[in-house]
């Protein structure tokens, strides 16, 4: 389903991490920097004390084709969240999310190898977590 208009990261990151704490969904936080990736955690954590971020990964940059996609599926994969949040950078992160997309679709055994809610073009913020007046427009979502 895509949404029908625009919605800014830095009000739908926060309504999430509300939802997520209320509901005991998982958040994983995947790409950006590690810096601004452990700030964004932090600040989930402190607005949103019942928030499980089930994990956070900040892979190298680098070409979409010399990333170690399975190191990363893997790492989605065994932390099992509900929803992932991704900072690539566009178009890479939509062409990222179009092959995990693939991945599951192939490999429906047993483990579940994609969340509930997959996010991305949060990047200019990182994840949303900044001050509301620096933040880009969340562009797109994608549900499964």
Known sequence: MKLKQRVAGA????????????NGYRIFLLGSDEQSSAGAAAWMQRNFPNLCIAGRHCPKFQPLEEMDHEDILL????????????????????????????????????????????????TATRFGWRDRSESPRCEGAAFT
Do not use: C
């Open 11 to 22: 009000d739908l990151v926060p309504a999430l991490a509300r939802l997520s704490a209320s």
């Open 75 to 122: 790492r989605i994969e065994d932390a099992q969240p509900d929803i992932l949040l991704v900072a690539f950078g566009n178009p890479k992160q939509e062409k990222w999310l179009a092959m995990l997309s693939q991945r599951s679709r192939r490999y429906s055994y047993g483990r579940r190898l994609t969340p509930s809610l997959l996010l991305h073009r949060l």
